[in-house]
T-cell receptor
Framework: DQQVKQNSPSLSVQEGRISILNCDYT??????FLWYKKYPAEGPTFLIS?????DKNEDGRFTVFLNKSAKHLSLHIVPSQPGDSAVYFC?????????????FGKGTHLIIQP | GAVVSQHPSWVICKSGTSVKIECRSL??????MFWYRQFPKQSLMLMAT?????????EQGVEKDKFLINHASLTLSTLTVTSAHPEDSSFYIC??????????FGPGTRLTVT
């Protein structure tokens, strides 16, 4: 059973507009969430993260929102740029102070239209 | 900062042979390194977690005798795929963590077993 779900396999957004990528999770033990960007045949690049004690984290054009009660998080990119076209993975950690790996969603392919 | 390299970037081997993949953290010491694999159009799946100087912890369903992991130093971890078969063909990605939650990924290694 998938614990991290990204239900939109792809998303097309016009350049300059806002891109909103969504992620849902089922494991209530997850306490840290991360977004990664990935190009084909490359490793993921860390974008932004959020702790479960916060509901928003902002870094430049990227903002992540967390709704714990809904077990939902989203990544907002504004304004969207052509270089943002990539696959975006949502990931979660059940750290508990330990050294666990990340649980990834299946990714959303973001396409920025000029 | 936080650069992780992998070598080789791609490898083709014959069925029954073994392949070693190296993962290095170039500008930081990694307390923990992780190995993931990704099948086409699928998510990254955690295979194992390794801490320097100790045995790796494997995820359920991952054969530890087939996927040998050695974490000899704070900057180097190796994954050896023993007696490789075509079904082992995949994209293998390592990541490293300094102590926080963020993981920094290598560029990945494409393994093709013929």
């Amino acid at each position: 059973d998938q614990q991290v779900k990204q239900n939109s396999p792809s998303l097309s957004v016009q350049e300059g507009r806002i891109s909103i990528l969504n992620c849902d999770y089922t494991n209530s033990m997850f306490d840290y969430f991360l977004w990664y960007k990935k190009y084909p045949a490359e490793g993921p690049t860390f974008l932004i993260s959020i702790s479960s004690i916060k509901d928003k984290n902002e870094d430049g054009r990227f903002t992540v929102f967390l709704n714990k009660s809904a077990k939902h998080l989203s990544l907002h990119i504004v304004p969207s740029q052509p270089g943002d076209s990539a696959v975006y993975f949502c990931a979660a950690s059940d750290s508990g102070g330990g050294a666990d790996g990340l649980t990834f969603g299946k990714g959303t392919h973001l396409i920025i239209q000029p | 900062g936080a650069v992780v390299s992998q070598h080789p970037s791609w490898v083709i081997c014959k069925s029954g042979t073994s392949v070693k993949i190296e993962c290095r953290s170039l500008d930081f010491q990694a307390t923990t390194m992780f190995w993931y694999r990704q099948f086409p159009k699928q998510s990254l799946m955690l295979m194992a977690t390794s801490n320097e100087g100790s045995k790796a912890t494997y995820e359920q369903g991952v054969e530890k005798d087939k996927f040998l992991i050695n974490h000899a130093s704070l900057t180097l971890s190796t994954l050896t795929v023993t007696s490789a078969h075509p079904e082992d063909s995949s994209f293998y990605i390592c990541s490293a963590r300094t102590g926080g939650y963020e993981q920094y990924f290598g560029p990945g290694t494409r393994l093709t077993v013929t």
